[in-house]
C-alpha cells in the first residue's frame, strides 16, 4: 500500500509559523516531483510549492518569501515551513507526489490533507 501521511497541521496566530511534514511509504522505486497544495473554504485546490527530485522549486506568488519547501530523498519526505502565517492562508493542505513504483507503474499520489488555520 503506498500513501502519503501528512503531519505538523493546526492552530497558530497571524505572524506564527508552523512546519508540514509529508512522508511517502510503500513499494516506492522513486519520487520525482513532491508539493504542496491548499484548498480554503468555497474557493479551488491551489498550489503551494513543488520541488523536484534535484530540488529545483516553484511558489505561488502570495507565499513567495514566507514559505520554504524543501525534501529529505532518503526518506521520501517533503516540508514546509511556512513563516509569517496570515489568516489567508488558513486551508486544509494536500502533499502531491509524483512516484515511481518498483512494478515500473507510476502513480500521482495525494495525501489526507491537513488543516491550518490561522486566526488570534
Known amino acids: 500500500q503506498v500513501q502519503l501521511v501528512e503531519s505538523g497541521g493546526g492552530l497558530v496566530q497571524p505572524g506564527g509559523s508552523l512546519r508540514l511534514s509529508c512522508a511517502a511509504s510503500g513499494s516506492i522505486f522513486s519520487i520525482s516531483s513532491m508539493g504542496w497544495y491548499r484548498q480554503a473554504s468555497g474557493k479551488q485546490r491551489e498550489l503551494v510549492a513543488t520541488?523536484?527530485?534535484?530540488?529545483?522549486?516553484n511558489y505561488a506568488d502570495s507565499v513567495k518569501g514566507r514559505f520554504t519547501i524543501s525534501r529529505d530523498n532518503a526518506k521520501h519526505t517533503v516540508y514546509l515551513q511556512m513563516n509569517s502565517l496570515k489568516p489567508e492562508d488558513t486551508a486544509v493542505y494536500y502533499c502531491n507526489a509524483h512516484l515511481a513504483l518498483i512494478t515500473a507503474s507510476r502513480l500521482n499520489l495525494w495525501g489526507q490533507g491537513t488543516q491550518v488555520t490561522v486566526s488570534s
Open positions: 520541488i523536484t527530485s534535484g530540488g529545483s522549486t
